[in-house]
């Protein structure tokens, strides 16, 4: 068990499918416990992916904060379901303890603050829920701050200053993917712990406003954060449909000398994107792997795959 891949939407695909149908374990998705097994997973971090419109209402109209309790029932019964082979970390020796009883772990996230909707509170109830981690922003404007493509003046909100805080007082990783470039910044000059850039890769190399700045990494790596290297073509190369290891490889190594090799990590994106893949799906990390090792000593690769991330989530949880 040795991967740790810091983003992934399946829980969001799987909301709403009745008990008894395809599930977590075993599924057509990216991941699926059994592709997880198969592909030497450690750690996945499950995203509750709160699918808005640009005024700020569910996509099905119903309240953010609705979708985020459906899609938070969906992950407790998984895990409920699957107890023999998953279990969920709240704390770092938790995944001590899964690991010890042979046990892949699970890490619950959010992926836009929206359904905190100004209040404060809800960041500890968040927390009290099993969250440990919180994506500012998707790709509309909230409470806490403006997405990426924002214009420059454009960051965290108050709201999104008082949330930061709370979040470092707490034990929750701060995830600056989706977020505007100011935002970036915003959270590098006042987050008292690392942060990480979940699913996010080099701009350098494909310039689109997801991915990061060479002095954005720079500046990811001297705060002891981590960027998760994003599986999507089109954040790889533009205008990509297929997504091949080497390009990931090419990203790697750019992001390790930009940064440090201990600010490089995985941030899949699984069942969040629609690239066709070289290497399928969760199965296919191993291959992902053995290609780093052409690139990066062992010690290296193994940094990669989930030292740094490790260590972010003993520095801030």
């Not at 905190?116 to 919180?134: C, Q, S």
């Not at 740094?308 to 003993?314: D, H, P, T």
């Amino acid at each position: 068990m040795r991967f740790v891949d810091l983003h992934c939407d399946t829980i969001g695909c799987l909301t709403g499918i009745e008990s008894g149908e395809a599930g977590l374990r075993a599924n057509h998705l990216h991941v699926d416990l059994e592709k997880m097994k198969k592909g030497d997973a450690l750690l996945q971090f499950f995203a509750l992916y709160i699918r808005t419109t640009a005024d700020g209402r569910g996509y099905d109209g119903r309240s953010p904060y609705e979708i985020f309790e459906e899609e938070r029932t969906c992950y407790e019964r998984e895990l409920r379901e699957n107890a023999d082979m998953l279990a969920p970390v709240l704390c770092y020796s938790d995944l001590l303890k899964n690991q010890a009883a042979g046990k892949m772990s699970a890490l619950l996230t959010v992926e836009d603050g929206v359904p905190l909707d100004g209040k404060v509170e809800r960041v500890k109830e968040f927390y009290d829920k099993g969250v440990r981690l919180l994506t500012f922003t998707w790709n509309y404007e909230n409470s806490l701050g403006y997405p990426n493509g924002s214009s420059d003046e454009k960051g965290l909100k108050p709201f999104g200053f008082q949330v930061l805080e709370e979040m470092n007082n707490l034990g929750m990783i701060a995830d600056v993917s989706h977020l505007s470039d100011r935002g970036f910044w915003d959270v590098a000059g006042h987050s008292k712990k690392p942060f990480v850039a979940s699913h996010s890769n080099a701009r350098a190399l494909c310039d689109v406003p997801r991915n990061l700045t060479d002095e954005m990494l720079r500046a990811l790596g001297e705060k002891g954060g981590v960027a998760g290297l994003n599986f999507a073509s089109f954040f790889l190369v533009p205008g990509s449909s297929h997504t091949k290891i080497s390009d990931l490889l090419r990203h790697a190594k750019y992001m390790a000398d930009k940064a440090g090799i201990d600010a490089v990590g995985l941030g899949s994106d699984f069942d969040g994107i629609r690239s066709t893949l070289e290497f399928k799906d969760y199965t296919g990390m191993p291959m992902i792997a053995e290609a780093l090792h052409t690139v990066f000593t062992a010690a290296e690769v193994d940094k990669i795959t989930h030292e740094n991330a490790l260590r972010v989530l003993q520095a801030c949880i």
